[in-house]
């Protein structure tokens, strides 16, 4: 039992690239979702998805793509990547009773 | 909207000193209440959480948190705090409606460091 895990840990991008982060669980949750975290601003929710094929918008979903083809796999997409996107993402799954778990994060730098 | 504040940004204290930390939400209706702790290069965990009931709630490694309902409040405490304690702490708050749970709302987070 994995838990929550996301590929790449660290990726470096140019401005005006896109990339995919990748998450999966093994946990069997339905409730998924993409936070980012920036220094003095906490977590804040990018996306999330409350099953396969069902995704809706966060607080800051501009700039960002998800699908959930499968229960398991939830990939999140910057479409024309920005120095504003600079960041540490984290995807997370939720049980049944509430609980989140997240994964171990990936640290994106845009220049 | 759901919000949550926390005031004490960095807190530094030495070991076996109590903790307090402060969080204070915004919502009109139930809430269902969390406390994530943030260890130096780890991600996210679960200290504590609240649904309903006893307003005094146990978690992990010696942590409580009282739910004041009156207050908005959700305070972390622990009686004598230990180096390994240094980490980030992070209040969280989900309305407990029906698909309210859907959006949990972070506080920006204490910045804890015990000094030995």
């Known amino acids: 039992n994995a838990g929550v895990t996301q590929t790449p840990k660290f990726q470096v991008l140019k401005t005006g690239q896109s990339m995919t982060l990748q998450c999966a669980q093994d946990?069997?949750?339905?409730?998924m979702s993409w936070y980012r975290q920036d220094p003095g601003m906490g977590l804040r929710l990018i996306h999330y998805?409350?099953?396969?094929?069902?995704?809706d918008q966060g607080e800051v979903p501009n700039g960002y793509n998800v699908s959930r083809s499968t229960t398991e796999d939830f990939p999140l997409r910057l479409l024309s990547a920005a120095p504003s996107q600079t960041s540490v993402y984290f995807c997370?799954?939720?049980?049944?009773?509430?609980?989140?778990?997240f994964g171990p994060g990936t640290r994106l730098t845009v220049t | 909207a759901q919000s949550v504040s926390q005031h004490n940004h960095h807190v530094i204290l030495s070991e076996a000193a109590s903790l307090e930390l402060g969080c204070n939400y915004s919502?009109?209706?139930?809430?269902?209440l969390f406390w994530y702790v943030q260890y130096p290069g780890q991600h996210l965990q679960l200290l504590l959480k609240y649904f309903s009931g006893d307003p005094l709630v146990k978690g992990i490694k010696g942590f409580e948190a009282e739910f004041i309902k009156s207050k908005f409040s959700f305070n972390l405490r622990k009686p004598s705090v230990q180096w390994s304690d240094t980490a980030e702490y992070f209040c969280?708050?989900?309305?407990?409606?029906?698909?309210?749970?859907?959006?949990?709302?972070f506080g920006t987070g204490t910045q804890l460091k015990v000094e030995l």
């Open positions: 997370a799954s939720r049980s049944p009773v509430y609980e989140q778990y």
């Open positions: 919502y009109g209706g139930t809430v269902n």
């Open positions: 969280a708050v989900t309305p407990s409606s029906a698909g309210g749970g859907n959006k949990l709302t």
């Open positions: 998805s409350v099953g396969a094929g069902i995704t």
């Open positions: 946990m069997n949750h339905e409730y």
